[in-house]
């Protein structure tokens, strides 16, 4: 971690030995597991440890989802089309009593666009934990409360949109976290797979070299020489009409995955063929350990941590796509929300100008993707314990 | 040397062969086979397809008869320039295509030009002064290039454009000279034009490629052969310059190689939201609207063209790396 | 030597080619300022050789780049004097003349064409000290064309030239050779070659043989020593190895932690040394005349860690004649205690 100005003589070795360390700081390091060297060199690592916990916030979105929502994503009402965010108020005078104006739309008669208009005079308290639609938690238990909501909620009588509303007139807030499942369940499944085909065509390759190197090598090569996004462009396009928002889903999934696993196959072949040479992987073998035993026991523990860093860098990658895709209208179709759904809506510039919220989806997008990376260099600095 | 060039040249033959195989697919994924489709559409808009038309097309395109000699007639076909009719549009694929896969590749190659002039100053600075003020506003556009998705960028771009000078900053041409015939003005014209898109397109790769500069030459200024360069009495410019910097280069000569796929990949969706006349907007029409000859026509030319600009670039770094050249020698 | 009234050194009589005095270079860093040289003085004369010798670390390195102004970043001479004797302009008038070095610029004009021309620097690792990507013929051209008014086809003539004198066959093919193409020994022949092109009168060597394995090393020493009977050139030779040191230099100066601790002719180092620095040092290594299963004795403890120097004389925690109150107190300097021989210890004051 030092400066190489430590290293005062280049005859060799560094000026500081072990025995600059506080002793009993020596022994914690030496009997360390190699996940707990990880861990500590990881939590120095400031701005991956803040990356991580964003991640694992916008996780428990996807988890609270429906509780964080407060009206039915697909719930669309011409009446209030692309309707401006409204702000909570806290106070009312020095009461703390938050609440929303009620708001008003008239169509302009010169524009013919509806204009929305503020009224003071009309306060609608903000409640918490407030009951609305019905919806599973957690996809098990029953239940109508979410986090908040304005009495009448159910009926329509009063209403609040904490980001606006699109064209259809549907709450942004309440679909972008649906967007949020989904987008990054999408993520996380599309990764598991190029995960899968990567490690073992990345394993085949390293650990048995020869042909089966050279080939896999090649088709990586080739893979990397074309442009991507015409084809899965082309493949995503292909997908039947007649699909369900499901199976759309998976094939999408399917299609990203094709796209990221070859630098994870890069990482895992790289892992296999320094570690075939290691000592303790060859005693292995000559005490006679199967093949399986040699790669699942003694190898992969060994650079599961490099895994999971190359996988965590992997993720925005997908998460890229999907958006993509689905921004173009070739990848998940409405009534699916995802962040590419969303943002589809801002395709059009002039809309866009009108009712720039409809570009608040980009900025979970542009967050989740700079957390994963962050959070991606920091775990793989981390992975080396012994490294610089 | 040439043993090199022969192994890329192979591996690109292969890439192509690939892409072609890729492209064939698309073309036979929707259900029908492809005279059956366009008797309908013709049929559709109140023409007739005669018999004897529909027989001779089958006949060209082998339909009918297994699914390798239908491939190996349309990559015929391809080969000699036929590259078959877009239903939509009811002309020659060639034609629906005309100026936009040239304009394509010149604004792939300006972006792909702009990230080499842009990453390699910025990267060598980064490193030289490593920890300025500099190095750190550098690392953080860098972050922000490759976190924000090229198409989110060019949006917010024209929204700005659009939302504080109330100029349209999108397209190639202005709007006199879109339809007109090529001339001086025009290429002048699109010359202005292309800054933005190129840079859109760029900056993620620039952002990629000035981290990869600066971790490669951060490296090599380390190493004893640039204290041996400074200790013969070179000026500090020269020898950072002709010795790390030099060295630095060939990691990064060969990651940009990969760099222009993923342009030409980029300049698909970014062209679909700055309204570039490229292949970018046809390709997806032409996909919605399932005129398969022209996207899968599309998607083999682009690939094609992506495979020969990485050639290229593979030659360069031969030339760049005279390690590479000694290799069978 | 010069002494002044109280024994210690002070500036250096004309005759001497290099002298430098209580020279200091520094490393700022966040954990604290590493002081990898911290008041070295020592003297070198026009033909003559001294050997530095130390364990990694003691600042050795970091004297010579000093020396020639290379000092890696954050690294800077804060205090001290490095007096270098410029050699008189040809033809010119005007005498050679005393410049003192660490008042230069580290990247000036004065600085640059010292470096390079007047002292070279040749150093371990020669297969890194050369660029792999330029031939070696390029890499030396370069320094001849830069101080010497030589055209590229002369230039070239005098590295093959060059070459031929440090012992390269076939110079001619081997100029368009990569480094790495080149066997170790011939890679530090031409490392050579490329110092002494411009016949500089200061050589310094940091640690030349020690990536070589034994053969090459003593023909490279045997190169030197016959290269330095022709040109007359003097060398500062740097190691950790005091075989090199009794084969090579005249004068040896004993460095720990970034000071001289001793110095004096070759002989009274190894048959009379006063530092218990340097008598340790000389008992830990074997000998040709010790009796079997005599036991080598190390020297206590370890170096300290840079950050965190002891006070007082710097060997004081390791030192067996330790004198509590007076060696963590203050620091000793560097007294003559014989004709040619200075040591820097209490037990001598």
Not at chain 1, 214 to 226: A, K, P, Y
Not at chain 1, 314 to 333: C, H, K, N, Q
């Amino acid at each position: 971690m030092a400066g190489p100005d430590l290293t005062l003589d280049p005859a060799g070795v560094p000026a500081h030995g072990p025995a600059a360390v506080a002793p009993v700081e020596d022994r914690r390091i030496f009997v360390a597991s190699q996940w707990q060297l990880t861990w500590w060199r990881f939590r120095k690592h400031r701005v991956a440890v803040v990356s991580g916990m964003v991640v694992i916030g916008f996780y428990l979105v996807v988890l609270g989802a429906d509780f964080l929502a407060y009206a039915d994503p697909n719930a669309s009402e011409a009446q209030r089309s692309l309707m401006p965010p409204q702000s909570i108020h806290w106070f009312d005078g020095w009461r703390l009593s938050p609440h929303v104006y009620a708001v008003k739309g008239v169509r302009d008669q010169q524009s013919f666009r509806r204009v929305y208009r503020e009224d003071p005079s009309q306060k609608i308290p903000v409640r918490f934990f407030a009951q609305g639609f019905e919806y599973r938690w957690l996809g098990l238990i029953p239940t109508t409360r979410h986090l908040i909501g304005v009495d009448g909620g159910r009926d329509g009588t009063q209403t609040i949109f904490l980001l606006g509303t699109d064209v259809q007139g549907r709450d942004l807030w309440s679909r972008l976290m649906y967007g949020t499942r989904i987008s990054l369940t999408i993520g996380l499944i599309g990764v598991t797979m190029s995960l899968f085909l990567g490690v073992v065509l990345g394993g085949l390759s390293g650990f048995y070299g020869g042909l089966a190197d050279t080939v896999i090598q090649r088709i990586i090569e080739i893979l990397r020489s074309i442009p991507t996004i015409p084809l899965w462009m082309g493949l995503a396009a292909a997908l039947p009409r007649h699909w369900t928002i499901l199976q759309v889903y998976f094939a999408i999934t399917i299609i990203i995955s094709l796209l990221a696993w070859t630098e994870l196959a890069r990482v895992v072949r790289g892992r296999f063929l320094t570690l075939r040479e290691e000592d303790f992987v060859v005693s292995a073998r000559l005490v006679g350990c199967s093949q399986m035993r040699t790669i699942f026991v003694h190898m992969v523990p060994s650079f599961m941590s490099h895994i999971i860093a190359a996988t965590t860098l992997a993720l925005p990658a997908m998460i890229i796509s999907e958006t993509a895709l689905s921004f173009l209208g070739l990848g998940l179709r409405p009534p699916a929300i995802s962040w590419g759904v969303l943002l589809q809506q801002a395709q059009n510039v002039q809309t866009v100008a009108i009712s720039p919220w409809l570009m608040l989806p980009a900025v979970p997008v542009i967050i989740v993707v700079m957390a994963f990376n962050f959070l991606g260099d920091g775990l793989r600095d981390a992975a080396d314990p012994y490294g610089r | 040397m040439l043993a090199y060039i022969g192994r890329r040249a192979l591996l690109a033959v292969f890439t192509v062969w690939a892409i072609s195989v890729l492209a064939f697919v698309i073309i036979q994924l929707p259900p029908g086979d492809y005279v059956t489709s366009y008797i309908a559409q013709m049929a559709a808009s109140g023409s007739v397809v005669s018999e004897e038309e529909a027989d001779n097309l089958r006949i060209q395109y082998g339909l009918g008869r297994p699914i390798y000699v239908q491939y190996y007639k349309w990559v015929k076909l391809f080969a000699e320039g036929n590259f078959g009719m877009s239903m939509e549009w009811k002309r020659p694929v060639t034609e629906v295509i005309g100026d936009r896969l040239w304009l394509t590749m010149v604004v792939a190659v300006s972006a792909l030009l702009l990230t080499w002039v842009l990453a390699l100053p910025i990267g060598i600075y980064s490193a030289v002064r490593q920890y300025s003020l500099g190095d750190y506003a550098a690392t953080f556009v860098g972050f922000i290039g490759l976190a924000v998705p090229n198409f989110l960028l060019a949006l917010v771009l024209l929204y700005l454009g659009f939302t504080l000078f109330n100029a349209n900053t999108g397209g190639l041409f202005s709007v006199e000279l879109q339809d007109a015939p090529w001339s001086m003005a025009k290429a002048w014209d699109l010359l202005k034009h292309l800054p933005i898109p190129a840079l859109i397109l760029g900056l993620a790769g620039t952002a990629q490629q000035v981290r990869i500069m600066r971790a490669n030459l951060l490296d090599e200024l380390r190493k004893p052969y640039v204290v041996t360069a400074r200790s013969k009495g070179l000026t500090e410019g020269r020898v950072i310059l002709k010795y790390p910097v030099r060295l630095a280069l060939n990691p990064f000569a060969s990651t940009i190689g990969y760099t222009l796929p993923y342009i030409v990949s980029g300049s698909i969706i970014v062209s679909l939201v700055l309204g570039l006349p490229t292949v970018g907007p046809l390709l997806l029409r032409a996909l919605i609207a399932q005129d398969m000859f022209l996207a899968g026509t599309i998607v083999l030319l682009l690939g094609v063209m992506t495979v020969i600009g990485t050639l290229v670039s593979d030659i360069l770094l031969v030339w760049i790396d005279p390690r590479i050249r000694l290799e069978d020698s | 030597m010069a002494v002044d009234s109280k024994g210690a050194l002070t500036a250096a009589p004309r005759e001497t080619l290099l002298s430098v005095r209580n020279l200091k270079t520094y490393f700022p860093q966040d954990e604290g300022t590493v002081k990898a040289v911290d008041g070295v003085s020592f003297d070198l004369y026009p033909g003559g050789t001294l050997g530095i010798v130390g364990e990694s670390g003691c600042g050795k390195s970091v004297t010579a780049r000093s020396i020639l102004g290379i000092v890696d970043r954050p690294g800077r001479i804060v205090e001290g004097e490095i007096h270098f004797r410029r050699r008189a302009i040809d033809g010119g008038a005007e005498a050679d003349r005393m410049v003192d070095l660490a008042t230069l610029a580290p990247n000036g004009p004065e600085m640059r064409a010292v470096r390079g021309a007047e002292i070279a620097l040749i150093f371990q690792e020669p297969r890194s000290s050369f660029s792999p990507v330029h031939t070696i013929g390029n890499q030396i051209d370069e320094v001849i064309m830069l101080h010497q008014q030589l055209d590229r086809r002369q230039a070239r003539e005098k590295t093959i030239e060059m070459l031929r004198r440090v012992g390269v066959s076939s110079p001619e093919e081997r100029v368009n050779q990569l480094s790495n193409q080149l066997s170790g020994g011939l890679r530090q022949r031409a490392m050579i070659a490329m110092a002494l092109s411009c016949n500089p009168s200061l050589l310094i060597a940091d640690e030349p043989t020690t990536a070589l394995d034994v053969t090459t090393q003593t023909q490279i020493l045997a190169l030197m020593r016959q290269l330095q009977q022709e040109d007359g050139m003097a060398i500062m030779l740097i190691t950790h190895d005091l075989g090199v040191i009794a084969e090579m230099a005249r004068d040896v100066a004993v460095m720990y932690l970034g000071r001289v601790v001793e110095q004096a002719p070759v002989d009274e180092i190894f048959h009379a040394p006063r530092h218990p620095y340097t008598q340790a040092l000389l008992r830990s290594i074997p000998r040709i005349r010790s009796g079997p299963r005599e036991r080598l004795t190390p020297i206590a403890g370890s170096v300290p860690h840079p950050y965190d120097r002891p006070s007082g004389c710097p060997f004081h925690p390791r030192c067996p004649e330790f004198m509590p109150g007076t060696c963590d107190r203050q620091a000793p300097s560097l007294r003559l205690v014989g004709d040619q021989h200075a040591v820097s210890c209490f037990l001598y004051e």
